[in-house]
DNA sequence: AGTTTAATTCAAAAAAGTTCAAGTTAAATC
DNA sequence: GATTTAACTTGAACTTTTTTGAATTAAACT
């Protein structure tokens, strides 16, 4: 492949990712992890991108460290095709709630092609991504945490309050036998309860790694909702509820 | 295959495929290496295409020239100077709001060093960086508009009318001699107006170019607030109308 | 600590530049 | 009209430069 090319391919990648990994970038282009390298030291000499430690940046995207995490997190592969099975579910012309977090996150390139589709969300680095998606998009306001960028707190839960969605996707920290949605912030949680109250359908997403974790603060019940997640060991499987609508996303 | 018919077939291909490798284009023309060498070599100072290593690229494609956006905008040593002047207005321990915007976006580092304070904004960029510099952040919500990720419209205006400003901090587009302070966007205009209605002291950031320049939705009048600007041509200074409070942030 | 990613270095590979002999063409000469 | 010569084009052989991938060392992250 021509140098040119390959650059080409990295940028328009990028463009689209906003985020990505030297290594991605060498099965895209079949090339060493050496040559991409070079590439990227050129490109962001041109200043065409921002070098970041196991990857780049695109020059115009603002969300930084979080979502730098978010992609290069552990779980990445299972959380996307958690997102992309969760993806599925949502309609055209539809109002729905996404809540900030890393799986949720994940939802968005694949919500791109759904016409006439709102996204109401509370995460800013969602809100970025879904506007680089040309995606019609209301933020929820409030206080931001400084380690999640969610908006919380009163102002959050009083903007929230006046919303109706079709249905709202919201992450979960912890799940119990007894059916509690966990997460260790109490104004998170307020937040997450309020995701599922205003909404006609909810969906958690949730790795397998969470079940049967607990956490301080419960902010709903699991047949309240329908719990999206990955293949199931059987420790897993041994903590899940009796009466759950649970939804295993395969990944290969 | 006669020299004029191969090149005409090279630029051609080329205008079709943007670029291309010297083997692709032996194998159009049936014709060994040396050849295409040359013929790209001649082409190229014809100024028909540009050489890249391994083939050529047509010389039409301006979509590499446009990664030249190493674009901080116009007047960007303008913006911080400007910036910087605004940011010794701020008190410790005050709530103060900050207009989404480029100029007013380049205040929140100078921030970072005051106490206490918490800032709102309804940028989402301004948001990100100022929780980058640890300042408690409250963001605006609502509708985000795709082109300046501000958020506008009922929901934002609805959670503003609920604050109350030690000062604003406002971006503006154009200031007529009447004191009309103007920009483009009618729904930016609405929270603009809220943001000073919300606000004890409000200062209007705007460089010199802008003054004089009219735009569709006027937001507020200049004897309401402090302008703050750069340095003045002759030219802005007779478009200043009499009575207001401006102040010039110098810059070496 | 240990693991992953980045920078550096070096040899192999690929491509570009250089040179030259063979082939073409066209005008000039016989 | 045929032959010669000069100008030009072409393809191959060779050298130089650029690019590439692997190995090693250094740095960064968890």
């Known amino acids: 492949m021509l140098t040119e090319k390959r650059q080409?391919?990295?940028?328009?990648?990028?463009?689209?990712?906003?985020?990505?990994?030297?290594?991605?970038?060498?099965?895209?282009?079949?090339t060493s992890e050496s040559t991409i390298r070079r590439d990227l030291i050129q490109l962001e000499k041109a200043g065409v991108l921002t070098r970041v430690h196991g990857g780049a940046r695109s020059i115009r995207d603002f969300s930084r460290d979080v979502s730098q995490h978010v992609r290069f997190g552990r779980n990445h592969q299972a959380k996307i095709a958690i997102a992309r099975y969760a993806a599925h579910k949502v309609q055209p012309g539809s109002y729905i709630f996404i809540d900030a977090g890393t799986t949720t996150y994940e939802m968005v390139p694949f919500l791109a092609q759904i016409r006439d589709l709102t996204i109401v969300t509370n995460g800013l680095e969602t809100a970025l991504c879904a506007l680089g998606h040309q995606i019609e998009t209301i933020l929820i306001g409030g206080r931001i945490k400084a380690d999640t960028h969610a908006g919380v707190g009163t102002f959050a839960l009083k903007q929230l309050a006046t919303?109706?969605?079709?249905?709202?996707?919201?992450?979960?920290?912890?799940?119990?036998?007894?059916?509690?949605?966990?997460?260790?912030?109490?104004?998170?949680?307020?937040?997450?309860?309020?995701?599922?109250?205003?909404?006609?359908?909810?969906?958690?997403?949730?790795?397998?790694?969470?079940?049967?974790?607990?956490?301080?603060?419960?902010?709903?019940?699991a047949n309240q909702a329908t719990i999206v997640t990955s293949q199931l060991s059987q420790a897993a499987k041994a903590a899940i509820p009796a009466d759950i609508r649970l939804e295993e996303a395969i990944y290969s």
Request: proline share 2%.
């Open 8 to 30: 080409r391919v990295i940028e328009k990648y990028l463009d689209e990712h906003d985020l990505c990994q030297v290594i991605e970038l060498c099965h895209l282009t079949q």
């Open 163 to 221: 919303m109706n969605f079709t249905a709202s996707f919201i992450g979960a920290n912890g799940l119990d036998v007894q059916g509690h949605l966990m997460t260790p912030e109490p104004e998170e949680a307020a937040i997450k309860a309020a995701e599922m109250a205003q909404a006609q359908t909810t969906y958690i997403l949730m790795d397998a790694s969470k079940i049967g974790e607990r956490h301080f603060v419960t902010f709903g019940q």
